[in-house]
């Protein structure tokens, strides 16, 4: 049994901000993450993986094998596309703006200059309008937002973070909780560490802590329904991703951007690099249990004969297509996501405010953000708040 006085429970932006923060103050701690992954919702796909055309995400153990600085500044890396969330608001979200900022990562805007095109029915031909652009815009990362991750995490002692961990309960005793931890990697799958702590910071969205962690003795009813009834951002959702040699829809004064009530994406937009390939996004409006009878293949088919319709021939023949699916994610969604309507909800408690659980737990994944609950700004306010709002107890350790 290992003793330490912060667990975190997830590896995803909020809880590596948290990881951050507690090493700034100089307080121990270990963070468990169950995917052999970091990042969380926050996932790219890159260039270098066009051949197999699979989504790339952070990979610890290559990052752990970085230089000094362990920060990669290979012009390849620059060229990466978002399956996650893709934007921030630096006039909305200047907490995120200022991290952004100290990590010395570039940013751009949005790309939307030009017309966008319209699709209104299956028996109309799309129509072209007027575009029109975001005030502020939006920004994007150089790299894709996984370039935070890997900015986070080249900040971080490497020690105290460790992937294929999954927590299965919490159990309180007197004077700290033992979380109990089961190894899902390779030959060792099945084995249980358990780590004591004075506190747990839960870095997981609500309805995902409340439905995959056993809490001994229970959590208070009216929290844990609280947790179950929060959505989870992302979770219904999906998106695909056309890469092109080059964004050949801008010559002809369009801005990529689209909407369309005939599917199956919904809402597109221009996904190019900064310096790169050409690319176009699109959410789709399927619904997840849709989605889930079609095969990935069927489903980028029709994708592309969209794109089609929209863009013109050129968008035939994408050099890579990528889909996320993140309703079929079963570290990011529960069941009940997948009939959801997708949209941000209201924070819930991030913390007990009475039983045994009082003070020594609190949820610090986006959806606690009060302020920008589900965005990748609301897992930074999340974990600020929560490391700000440790006992004194804990921080005196």
């Not at 329904?225 to 369009?254: C, I």
């Not at 079963?330 to 003070?359: C, E, F, I, N, Y």
């Amino acid at each position: 049994m290992q003793d330490i006085p912060i667990v975190i429970i997830g590896g995803g932006l909020s809880g590596l901000y948290a990881a951050f923060l507690l090493e700034q103050k100089g307080i121990a701690y270990r963070l468990l993450e169950a995917r052999d992954t970091l990042g969380g919702r926050i996932a790219v796909a890159k260039s270098s993986d066009m051949i197999d055309a699979e989504p790339a995400v952070f990979d610890k153990e290559a990052a752990d094998k970085e230089a000094a600085n362990k920060i990669s500044d290979n012009t390849e890396s620059n060229n990466a596309f978002d399956l996650g969330p893709s934007w921030f608001w630096p006039d909305y979200q200047p907490q995120l703006s200022s991290l952004i900022e100290s990590l010395n990562l570039s940013r751009f805007a949005q790309f939307e200059e030009g017309d966008m095109m319209v699709e209104r029915a299956a028996n109309q031909p799309p129509v072209r309008m007027q575009g029109y652009k975001s005030a502020p815009p939006s920004m994007r990362l150089v790299g894709g937002m996984a370039a935070l991750i890997e900015a986070l995490y080249a900040r971080l002692d490497a020690r105290c973070i460790i992937t294929n961990q999954t927590v299965r309960q919490l159990t309180k005793t007197d004077g700290h909780i033992e979380v109990q931890s089961e190894d899902t990697f390779g030959h060792v799958t099945g084995y249980v560490t358990t780590f004591r702590a004075q506190h747990v910071l839960l870095a997981l969205p609500p309805r995902l802590v409340e439905g995959r962690i056993t809490f001994q003795p229970a959590l208070p009813q009216n929290l844990s329904t609280q947790w179950r009834e929060t959505a989870t951002w992302m979770a219904p959702h999906a998106k695909y991703v056309a890469v092109y040699e080059s964004p050949f829809w801008r010559d002809n004064g369009l801005s990529g951007a689209a909407r369309s009530a005939v599917g199956p994406l919904t809402e597109i937009h221009d996904a190019s690099t900064l310096e790169g390939n050409g690319a176009l996004f699109g959410f789709f409006g399927v619904p997840a249990q849709v989605r889930q009878s079609v095969s990935d293949d069927v489903l980028k088919d029709h994708c592309r004969a969209q794109l089609v319709r929209l863009f013109g021939v050129q968008a035939s023949t994408p050099i890579a297509e990528y889909l996320k699916d993140w309703a079929q994610d079963p570290l990011t969604a529960m069941p009940a996501d997948v009939s959801g309507d997708g949209q941000h909800t209201v924070a819930p408690p991030s913390r007990p405010k009475t039983g045994v659980w009082q003070d020594c737990l609190t949820g610090c994944g986006s959806e606690w953000s009060v302020q920008f609950p589900g965005y990748i700004a609301g897992a930074i306010d999340a974990a600020a708040t929560a490391v700000q709002s440790l006992p004194a107890t804990v921080l005196s350790r």
